[in-house]
């Protein structure tokens, strides 16, 4: 006898693997900073489990792009995706960074630190719920932007910023006063996370995609470039997101549908 009930949502096999990806990368980075934690109460160095910190939070951050891109292309967008989504992202995007920033540094400040970490992973929760309420209602169309600077992207930004913190004092394996910066970037991104800025979220970019040659070749181009040099390009990367959407308003129609790779208008027939 079949006990299913009748509301049992559909679980689409490839996106999921992305979303648990997504969810294991944040849980690991977490065990990191935690281990981390410990080290560093023994006097011990801990810049490399803060290297592989910010790995996994970079690593989500790959998984979370796949996992929409997987369930687009096979037109397999569903509820039970969108809330697993959420989940883990409150994990690899929330807990994982407040911690990371707590943990260099926000712990000085004692109760003060506590309330900074927490600000952050409240209002990425309060984002994510949001988010989730608007694409139910608006499942039918889904949004070409983002109003407000995405909580992936601020994860990113945190994690690789101090990367490039780390790689530039690489002898002492500590970021010094530069550290100081993370508390005032993490007050920020949480209020940009509720701006009014509008972000592009390349959700037209697909397998299907198609673009020029010359274009094609540039973007292998940064692709390796940043792999070359993954300790501070990423960062330069996020900061340009973060920036991009500041100045998108004064660029034209035409370079923003190349740069977000949006279809160009089709030729309109002419009625004879």
Same mark, same amino acid.
Request: hydrophobic content about 50%.
């Given at each position: 006898?079949?006990?299913?009930?009748?509301?049992?949502? +559909?679980?689409?096999?490839?996106?999921?693997?992305?979303?648990?990806?997504?969810?294991?990368?944040? =849980? @690991?980075?977490?065990? $990191?900073?935690? /281990?981390?934690?410990? #080290?560093?109460?023994?006097?011990?160095?801990?810049?490399?489990?803060?290297?592989?910190?910010?790995? =996994?939070?970079?690593?989500?951050?790959?998984?979370?792009?796949?996992?929409?891109?997987? @369930?687009?292309?096979?037109?397999?967008?569903? @509820?039970?995706?969108?809330?697993?989504?959420?989940?883990?992202?409150?994990?690899?995007?929330?807990?994982?960074? *407040?911690?990371?920033?707590?943990?260099?540094?926000? $712990?000085?400040?004692?109760?003060? !630190?506590? &309330?900074?970490?927490?600000?952050?992973?409240?209002?990425? !929760? &309060?984002?994510?719920?949001? =988010?989730?309420?608007?694409?139910?209602?608006?499942?039918? +169309?889904?949004? +070409?932007?983002?109003?407000?600077?995405?909580?992936?992207?601020? @994860?990113?930004?945190?994690?690789? &910023?101090?990367?490039?913190?780390?790689? %530039?004092? /690489?002898?002492?394996?500590?970021? !010094?006063?530069?550290?100081? *910066?993370?508390?005032?970037? #993490?007050?920020?991104?949480?209020?940009?996370? =509720?701006?009014?800025?509008?972000?592009?979220?390349? +959700?037209? %970019?697909?397998? $299907?995609?198609?673009?020029?040659?010359?274009?094609? &070749?540039?973007?292998?181009?940064?692709?390796?470039?940043?792999?070359?040099?993954?300790?501070?390009?990423?960062?330069? %990367?996020?900061?340009?997101?973060?920036?991009?959407?500041?100045?998108?308003?004064?660029?034209?129609?035409?370079?923003?549908?190349?740069? /977000?790779?949006?279809?160009?208008? /089709?030729?309109?027939?002419?009625?004879?």
């Amino acid at each position: 006898m079949n006990s299913q009930h009748p509301h049992e949502p +559909k679980i689409y096999l490839l996106p999921n693997l992305m979303t648990a990806g997504n969810l294991f990368c944040g =849980f @690991a980075a977490t065990l $990191r900073i935690i /281990e981390a934690s410990l #080290l560093a109460v023994q006097g011990l160095p801990t810049g490399m489990l803060y290297h592989e910190a910010i790995a =996994f939070i970079l690593g989500a951050c790959v998984f979370d792009l796949l996992d929409g891109r997987l @369930a687009r292309l096979g037109g397999h967008e569903s @509820a039970f995706g969108r809330e697993f989504d959420s989940l883990a992202d409150i994990v690899s995007f929330g807990i994982a960074p *407040a911690l990371l920033v707590y943990q260099i540094v926000l $712990r000085d400040f004692q109760r003060s !630190g506590w &309330l900074i970490a927490f600000f952050f992973l409240l209002c990425g !929760g &309060l984002r994510l719920a949001r =988010f989730n309420c608007i694409a139910a209602a608006t499942s039918d +169309k889904p949004e +070409k932007d983002f109003q407000g600077f995405p909580i992936p992207a601020a @994860a990113g930004l945190i994690a690789s &910023l101090t990367l490039f913190m780390l790689w %530039l004092r /690489e002898d002492e394996r500590s970021i !010094g006063s530069w550290k100081y *910066a993370l508390p005032v970037l #993490l007050i920020f991104l949480s209020f940009m996370m =509720f701006s009014r800025v509008k972000y592009p979220s390349f +959700k037209s %970019l697909n397998w $299907r995609t198609q673009r020029s040659l010359p274009a094609f &070749l540039g973007l292998i181009l940064l692709l390796a470039f940043t792999a070359m040099n993954y300790y501070w390009m990423p960062a330069v %990367l996020f900061v340009g997101f973060l920036i991009y959407g500041f100045v998108r308003p004064f660029i034209s129609k035409a370079i923003r549908k190349e740069i /977000e790779a949006e279809p160009q208008d /089709e030729p309109e027939t002419p009625i004879s």
